[in-house]
């Protein structure tokens, strides 16, 4: 149990950091690419694992930390740039989709009423 509370605060603090670089980055006018973030997250790993056969493990530790920052960075980045693209067209195709199937209270339905036209909604 210790240690899913440790990893939660890891992760709380990898996301401050993150959020705070981020903030940090715009008031300096950088903006990077959400794709770069998505890119760099995995990269930043790969890379030194294929250029060199053993990696340090302090090295190795702070190559994951920078995954998580770059992934996290890139998550944030994109539900950003969806709550803008949200903010311009608020009509999206997401809110007139049919009720899925355990929504079968929502369907229209269909009543016989006899004659040519027999099932109408």
């Known amino acids: 149990m210790l240690y899913w509370l440790l990893v939660f605060g890891a992760f709380l603090v990898v996301l401050g950091l993150t959020q705070w670089l981020l903030v940090w980055l715009k008031q300096h006018g950088v903006h990077i690419n959400r794709w770069i973030f998505g890119l760099a997250a995995f990269l930043v790993v790969m890379i030194p ?38 903010k311009e067209h608020p009509t999206t195709p997401a809110k007139y989709a049919e009720p899925g199937p355990r929504e079968w209270w929502r369907r229209p339905r269909l009543v016989y009423t006899g004659g040519e036209r027999s099932w109408q909604k």
Do not use: G, N, R
């Open 49 to 86: 694992h294929v250029v060199v056969k053993h990696v340090p493990i302090p090295v190795d530790a702070i190559l994951y930390i920078l995954c998580a920052v770059f992934a996290i960075a890139f998550m944030t980045e994109s539900h950003t740039v969806l709550l803008h693209y949200e």
